[in-house]
């Protein structure tokens, strides 16, 4: 048999060419979309779920590419490209915008929303209005309605478990890259270190820091667990991801295609709500399974020693009372 340039396309590329060049052709509009988490977080799954049903529905004329696990760059890569036309979509939690966006930040408020029926009254009511608004005016970008769900988030360490505030006294913390998140560590006496989610993992490894924070479903799906032996839960703060466009590149798309883009999107965030809080309800079990050490935690200590360290009034001040009463209204009074 002799092997020339047909019969290898005849084998080999036949399936693989003719649907590339089929797609290329065909779409008249690339979205891509980029986050920070694994391909096995719900994030994902709904992302590609979502993806196949957008260039479905728009016949082919969108071809939406999910980028998944910072392939294109960590967050703060991503917020400082935003004009450059590499990505028209991202998630980004509301607190790492807040070095772009400050008052998006408000709703990271430490110990703020009790449950999730609160968290979704609040972000899909007249708080998450509110910093959608901020968003459209002070930046690029713009923010779907449906914001997707991070979770709540837990405590971590190589070391020792965190049962109290004195435990994170001089402790060696990741953050994720925002004012907000290195003033809270700040006023648990902790050493706040920002390192890009991209980096954590050989972060703690290395034991460049001791600690991180983040819901079981991160620490799950990105296998933190197997460079950290305890986890305390401290459901110190709720947070989620908003859905982020390039207004330049979403206004580039015809009416009727933002509208399929925008509606998809938005019934995919619901969905990956439930995934998400079904996936964290089951983790505890299943990392002590894999040698987690779990503690809980008394939120109101915590909270006390945010408060007498002044981090309450501090951002009271920074969101101004209008922002503030508009959480308060969803939280009851918070200090
Ligand atoms: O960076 C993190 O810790 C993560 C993945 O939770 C966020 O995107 C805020």
Redesign the pocket.
């Known amino acids: 048999m002799t092997l020339n340039r047909r019969t290898l396309l005849a084998s080999a590329g036949a399936l693989a060419v003719p649907t590339a060049v089929f797609a290329q052709a065909k779409a008249e509009f690339t979205l891509k979309y980029a986050n920070?988490?694994p391909l096995t977080h719900p994030m994902n799954q709904r992302a590609n779920e979502m993806a196949a049903k957008i260039n479905a529905e728009s016949k082919g004329r969108i071809d939406f590419k999910v980028f998944p696990n910072g392939q294109l760059g960590t967050?703060t890569d991503m917020l400082s490209q935003i004009r450059s036309g590499a990505i028209e979509f991202f998630t980004l939690?509301p607190l790492?915008l807040g070095t772009l966006v400050p008052s998006a930040q408000i709703s990271g408020v430490g110990f703020a929303f009790k449950d999730y029926n609160q968290v979704w009254a609040a972000m899909d009511g007249d708080l998450g209005a509110h910093v959608r608004k901020e968003i459209a005016g002070k930046s690029a970008m713009f923010a779907f309605e449906k914001i997707w769900d991070?979770g709540y988030r837990q405590m971590t360490s190589s070391s020792a478990a965190i049962t109290k505030p004195d435990d994170l006294k001089g402790m060696k913390m990741r953050v994720?890259p925002s004012p907000f998140w290195v003033s809270m560590f700040k006023a648990f006496e902790a050493s706040p270190a920002t390192i890009n989610?991209a980096e954590v993992y050989t972060a703690l490894q290395t034991k460049v820091v001791d600690g991180q924070e983040?819901p079981l479903a991160?620490i799950a799906t990105a296998k933190l667990n197997e460079v950290q032996k305890y986890c305390s839960l401290t459901n110190h703060m709720w947070?989620g991801f908003w859905f982020l466009g390039i207004k330049k590149a979403f206004e580039r798309l015809p009416a009727d295609l933002q509208e399929i883009v925008t509606r998809k999107v938005n019934a995919a965030g619901l969905l990956q709500r439930d995934d998400v809080r079904k996936l964290n309800d089951g983790l505890v079990a299943d990392l002590k399974a894999k040698g987690m050490l779990f503690n809980t935690t008394d939120a109101e200590v915590f909270r006390a020693k945010l408060r007498s360290a002044g981090f309450y009034a501090e951002w009271h001040k920074k969101f101004g009372d209008e922002a503030w009463a508009l959480l308060e209204k969803y939280t009851g009074k918070l200090v």
């Open positions: 920070n988490l967050d939690s790492i991070n994720p989610f983040n991160i947070d």
